[in-house]
């Protein structure tokens, strides 16, 4: 399956099942909470990342928070 993160197109094996974004953002390595996710264009709540089915040619943008201050 062909997905396109942040831009750049990637390939994820899909065994029989559905691939779900959380699923995704867990193969990726990123922290849920320390990121903001857009998938085809809309900015998705963290509590629809388990049930959201990834398919190919989805777009997904992952943007990573970050904290700091002077």
């Given at each position: 399956m062909n997905i396109e993160i942040n831009g750049e197109s990637r390939t994820f094996e899909c065994n029989s099942k559905q691939l779900i974004l959380c699923e995704v953002i867990e193969e990726l390595?990123?922290?849920?909470?320390m990121i903001v996710v857009e998938f085809n264009g809309y900015i998705l709540h963290p509590s629809l990342w388990e049930t959201q089915v990834v398919?190919?040619?989805?777009?997904?943008?992952?943007?990573?928070i970050v904290g700091?201050?002077?």
């Open positions: 390595g990123h922290h849920p909470k398919q190919d040619g989805d777009r997904i943008e992952i943007v990573t700091g201050g002077s």
